[in-house]
C-alpha cells in the first residue's frame, strides 16, 4: 500500500509526530542508559536529534494552540524522518539460562558469543498509521544470509502493525525489538547446530578427524604493527570467539637477553600477550571459509587500533600472505595442523618467526616482497 493511497488527514501530522515522539520516550526508558541492568549491551539513541528538536517544537506549538492546520504543517516541513537505532545483546537460545562466562570472570555472562545486533529505524512521517518504519539489521555474529532472512521477518511485521492496519496503525518498535533479538538468537542457534552437526560429520567421515577439512580454510595475514598491542589483540581474541575462527598470534620482541646456545632466535612472550607498541605481527587462521574472510573483512573495516594520537583507527597496513583451503599445500609440504583456541606469541629474530610458522607447515607463504620480513 502506498503512502499517497493511505495518507490520513493533514491535521493528523500534528499527533503522529507525537506518537512517535513518545514511542521514543518508551524505548529510551527501557533500554536507554537510564534502564538499570548494567550487565546489558542493549542501548537506543536518536540518530537525529535535530529532527527530533523540530518536531518536538511543532507538537509544543499545536498543544498550545491548538491549531492542527499549522502544526500538520510545520511537521511536514522538517527536512527528514526521525532515525533512531537500537542495540540489544541476543539472548542465549535457552531463554536466558545461565552458561559459562569468560574464563576468570565473576560469574555467567549474559550472551556469550552471541554478540549484539543492532536495530535501526526510519520513521516517515505517516508512521505509525499508515507507513511502516524503513528498518536496516547489523549483528556482530550473523552471517549475511541470517541478517537478511531476520531483516525480511522484521519487515514483515513492521508491515502488518501500520500499513495494514490502517488507517490508526499501530506503534511497533518495541515489538520489533524484541523480534529482533528473539529471531537473532534462534539463527545464531541454528548456525551453531550447522557447525556442531558439520564437526561431527567429518570426525566420523576422516576417523581422528585430521582429514575433516570440507569448507575449512587457513590464512596467514601479516599487520605491520599495533600502537595498542593489548587493545588489539583483544579485539582480535573476541572476533576470534564471535565467528568461531581459531587463531595464533606471533609478534617481534626484543630479545630480553642472550640467545640460547645454538639457536638464532626463538619464541618467548608473556601468556597475556603483547603489550604496547609491536611489530612484525603474523596471524595465522583457521576455520570455516566462510568466517576465516569474516575475519579479514572486519580487520580491514572496523576499528582495531589506536593512532599515533591515540585516535581509534583501522587497520591500513596488512597484507594477506595466503587464503587457502585446508588441505592445499605447496609441493614439498605438510599439512597444516589442527589447533584450537586464541593464543599469543612473542618471537625474537628472523629464526624465532621461521620456527614459528614452520610449526604450521606455513613458512613459505607469499612469494618474492610478499614472503614473510620479520621486523628490524
Given amino acids: 500500500m502506498s503512502s499517497a493511497s493511505a495518507q490520513p488527514p493533514s491535521v493528523c501530522a500534528a499527533e503522529l509526530a507525537q506518537r512517535r515522539l513518545m514511542e521514543c520516550e518508551c524505548l529510551a526508558a527501557m533500554y536507554g542508559p537510564m534502564a538499570g541492568d548494567a550487565g546489558d549491551r542493549s542501548s537506543f539513541e536518536v540518530v537525529n536529534p535535530d529532527v527530533e528538536r523540530e518536531l518536538r517544537a511543532a507538537v509544543d506549538a499545536w498543544e498550545a494552540s491548538g491549531d492542527s492546520v499549522a502544526a500538520a504543517l510545520s511537521v511536514r516541513a522538517v527536512s527528514a524522518p526521525l532515525r533512531v537505532s537500537l542495540t540489544l545483546a541476543v539472548p542465549s537460545a535457552s531463554g536466558g539460562e545461565d552458561e559459562p562466562g569468560e574464563p576468570g570472570g565473576s560469574g555467567p555472562d549474559r550472551t556469550p558469543g552471541r554478540g549484539t545486533v543492532t536495530l535501526g529505524a526510519s520513521l516517515p512521517t505517516n508512521y505509525p498509521a499508515a507507513d511502516a518504519p524503513a528498518l536496516e539489521l547489523s549483528a556482530t555474529h550473523l552471517s549475511r544470509d541470517a541478517i537478511t532472512r531476520v531483516l525480511r521477518e522484521l519487515r ?70 599495533m600502537n595498542d598491542g593489548k587493545g588489539y589483540t583483544k579485539t582480535l581474541r573476541r572476533w576470534s570467539r564471535e565467528l568461531a575462527v581459531d587463531a595464533r598470534v606471533f609478534y617481534a620482541r626484543e630479545s630480553s637477553g642472550e640467545v640460547p646456545k645454538g639457536s638464532e632466535g626463538s619464541i618467548e612472550g608473556p601468556p597475556s600477550g603483547p603489550q604496547g607498541r609491536v611489530e612484525g605481527v603474523y596471524a595465522v587462521l583457521g576455520g570455516d571459509g566462510d568466517d576465516v574472510r569474516s575475519f579479514l573483512t572486519r580487520l580491514r573495516t572496523e576499528f582495531v587500533d589506536v593512532d599515533a594520537r591515540g585516535a581509534r583507527c583501522k587497520e591500513r597496513k596488512s597484507t594477506v600472505m595466503c587464503l587457502r583451503r585446508a588441505g592445499v599445500v605447496k609441493p614439498g609440504e605438510e599439512r597444516v595442523p589442527r589447533f584450537d583456541g586464541f593464543e599469543c606469541e612473542g618471537y625474537v629474530g628472523a629464526d624465532g618467526l621461521e620456527d614459528a610458522l614452520a610449526r604450521f607447515n606455513l613458512l613459505h607463504v607469499g612469494a618474492g616482497a610478499q614472503r614473510f620480513q620479520p621486523a628490524g
Fill in 156 to 225: 514483515s511485521l513492521a508491515s502488518e502493525r501500520t500499513a495494514r492496519a490502517a488507517p490508526d496503525g499501530f506503534e511497533c518498535l518495541s515489538e520489533l525489538a524484541q523480534a529482533a533479538a528473539d529471531l537473532s538468537a534462534a539463527a545464531a542457534a541454528a548456525d551453531d547446530e550447522a557447525r556442531r552437526r558439520a564437526a561431527e560429520s567429518n570426525l566420523g567421515a576422516n576417523g581422528d578427524g585430521d582429514g575433516g577439512d570440507e569448507g575449512r580454510a587457513h590464512a596467514v595475514v601479516r599487520i605491520d604493527h
